[in-house]
């Protein structure tokens, strides 16, 4: 046995070495097919390094001509046409020759910073087609142009492409092949610059120093941009934001929009000081404190219906519009009372109007930012409307159905005095709620909000105030019977949101607890530009207001003194204070001051009215209560002393 046991290891070490003397030559031929790889692309290098010199005037010609190339490609992708490309020219020439002007500058820079013209043209070339495709898929999708401030929610990138019609096409495809391509023969002769390096560092601090006066010194954008005819008007409308865009072209549009970002941004008032605060309010007589009418306070629910608009307000559109879209809409505007309120926005930046309804602050005051959140004082506590309510012994929730960390709503929001915040993010799975989720479209209807809703009336043992962010009616709105009927499927969203709204007044009526309700949209949707129903509206100036304004009710379920709401048009920043009014609830020198200036500025908004003139005193004490040291009264300066 032990015989057969040794041969049998003698024939299975005769099979490994037969196996091992096959295989070399297979590791031998792996070995010669690396070193010939090796030895092809040593000689494509040096190919590459004699034609950089062999071809040098066709590299220069290379480096002189790519800026033109890669800005015509990118005004091309994001504008959808070679046509209208070549009619920007034709019509608007200075401000393309601006455009080509700060295309070389770029260029020259890179090049002076890596002198290899490929890696230049690559950088170049990323920066020039990604912002292009994202102004092309922004537009396209909302109407709205890419502006530089933008680039703050690249964080939540992830976000915002579940809002955006992106569609690769033909003809985009072609211009990315066509960029590569060229980037590729760029790479093959391999123009080089011998800059030395005095040289190289004089453009380089050129470059810097003309890209800080562009953004920092208005004496010389001004003149710069008055010399190539780049419109520089300031405005925050979205059709003269578009006029500016058509007139300016990508690039000077891009960079117009990041010197006014700059000019515009805000600034501490001139007189700030605890000093002034209490001079502005010195004046003021505080009514009577309130009692919330003898002592029944009332459960307080404000609804921000994400996108929510009434259409019929432009006669070109009733015909296209379902009566039952907004009966239930119409039956609580009924029951309750209605009003037309100006919301400070249009089609996007719904933390524009968010944070009007929170704070009870104008986002004029501070000079109209898309993202006003983004700007607070973040150091303390703020006094947001829940701060007021907390005082005076409610709960408070915000409820929102979406990814906690957009615009920073999860770390941001504990400071306005939320005791409860409930997010729903379906990206993640992670949820708040505690009732069952469901979604209509795209996102979390709002009939699962409503249910969440009574489920914190049903659980909270104190009266509670409530705001809730919906978000049913986002666009996209091309999930509904008919795909390319955009405005047909938003009106399906809207009947589908009014059933819900229904549904939930009818269970607050059976709740043996006071509630009022406040209900609004916080602006007209975005639709897509290229099949808009907004092209079919004949959008004067005085009817473009219209899209500023929004249709609003009150309701309650008790006897709620709802002839408190003016009946003149307001700012929605104004509405926290009809509701204490209507709910009596106590009132500070702050609170009094709004309520004066309710009655003699009703409308304070840059979007509803351009001409409409700053008020210093409230200016200031907007940016006292959200940037500055609260030295104005509320219940967080009170906390502090």
């Known amino acids: 046995m032990a ?38 692309l040593k000689l494509f290098n040096q190919g590459r390094g004699e034609r950089t010199e062999k071809f040098k005037k066709f590299n220069y010609a290379l480096l002189i001509i790519f800026p033109v190339f890669i800005l015509s490609m990118a005004e091309i992708i ?101 960029v590569i391509a060229a980037i590729f023969l760029i790479y093959f002769f391999n123009p080089k610059v011998k800059w030395k390096p005095i040289p190289r560092a004089s453009i380089g601090a050129a470059f810097v120093l003309i890209a800080f006066g562009f953004v920092m010194c208005p004496p010389f954008y001004r003149t710069a941009y008055s010399a190539f005819g780049i419109d520089d008007t300031y405005t925050i409308r979205q059709s003269k934001i578009n006029d500016k865009f058509n007139k300016n072209g990508f690039i000077g549009f891009l960079l117009q929009t990041l010197s006014e970002d700059y000019e515009h941004r805000l600034k501490e008032p001139e007189n700030y000081s605890k000093e002034h605060v209490e001079d502005i309010q010195s004046n003021i007589q505080v009514a009577a404190n309130g009692d919330f009418n003898g002592g029944k306070k009332p459960n307080v629910i404000v609804i921000m219906s994400e996108s929510f608009a009434d259409f019929r307000v432009f006669d070109e559109l009733k015909g296209r519009i379902n009566n ?68 005076w012994g409610y709960n408070t929730a915000y409820v929102h159905p979406f990814q906690p960390t957009f615009y920073g709503r999860k770390s941001t929001y504990p400071l306005f005095g939320f005791k409860n915040l409930l997010f729903h993010d379906d990206s993640t799975g992670e949820s708040d709620f ?7 479209g795209t996102y979390v209807d709002d009939a699962t909000i409503f249910n969440q809703l009574i489920d914190l009336l049903n659980d909270s043992d104190d009266p509670i105030y409530i705001h809730t962010t919906t978000m049913q009616n986002h666009q996209p709105y091309n999930l509904g019977e008919d795909p390319d009927d955009e405005f047909g499927n938003y009106l399906q969203w809207i009947q589908t949101s009014n059933d819900a709204l229904d549904e939930f007044l009818k269970q607050l009526e059976d709740i043996d607890e006071p509630t009022l309700v406040f209900f609004v949209g916080d602006h007209f949707p975005s639709l897509r530009n290229e099949t808009s129903v907004y092209n079919d509206i004949d959008l004067t100036e005085e009817r473009e207001s219209l899209l500023y304004e929004q249709t609003c009710f009150f309701w309650s379920n008790y006897d709620a003194d709802l002839s408190k709401v003016p009946d003149e048009k307001f700012s929605f920043f104004y509405v926290p204070y009809v509701i204490l009014d209507i709910i009596d609830a106590p009132r500070d020198t702050f609170i009094e001051k709004m309520m004066n200036y309710m009655k003699e500025l009703p409308i304070y908004s840059t979007a509803f009215d351009p001409e409409i003139e700053h008020v210093e005193e409230l200016d200031e004490l907007t940016y006292d209560r959200v940037i500055g040291d609260i030295y104005s009264d509320s219940p967080v300066s009170q906390n502090e002393e």
Request: aromatic share 14%.
């Open 434 to 440: 505690t009732v069952d989720v469901n979604h209509y």
């Open 3 to 40: 015989g057969k046991s040794i041969k049998q290891d003698q024939t299975s070490g005769s099979k490994g070495n037969m196996l091992d003397i096959a295989e070399k030559p297979e590791e031998k031929t792996d070995a010669s097919e690396k070193k010939e790889r090796f030895r092809k």
């Open 78 to 178: 994001q504008g959808c046409s070679v046509t209208r490309y070549l009619n920007m020219w034709g019509h608007h020439f200075g401000p393309m020759l601006f455009g080509l002007v700060i295309t070389y500058l770029i260029f020259a820079f890179f090049t002076a910073l890596f002198r290899t013209g490929w890696i230049t043209a690559l950088i170049q070339s990323f920066i020039y087609i990604a912002l292009a495709t994202t102004e092309r898929f922004k537009y396209n999708t909302n109407g709205n142009h890419l502006i530089i401030s933008d680039m703050k929610l690249v964080r939540s990138v992830k976000s915002l492409t579940s809002f955006a019609y992106i569609k690769i096409t033909w003809d985009l495809v072609l211009c990315y092949l066509i």
């Open 324 to 391: 039952e879209a907004y009966e239930k809409f119409d039956k609580a505007c009924q029951e309750g009372e209605s009003r037309r309120i100006i919301t400070p926005t249009f089609a996007s930046w719904t933390v524009r109007a968010e944070f009007e309804l929170l704070f009870g602050l104008p986002v004029k005051g501070l000079n109209d930012p898309n993202m006003p959140q983004r700007d607070l004082n973040k150091e303390h506590d703020l006094p947001a409307m829940a701060q007021y309510y907390d005082s």
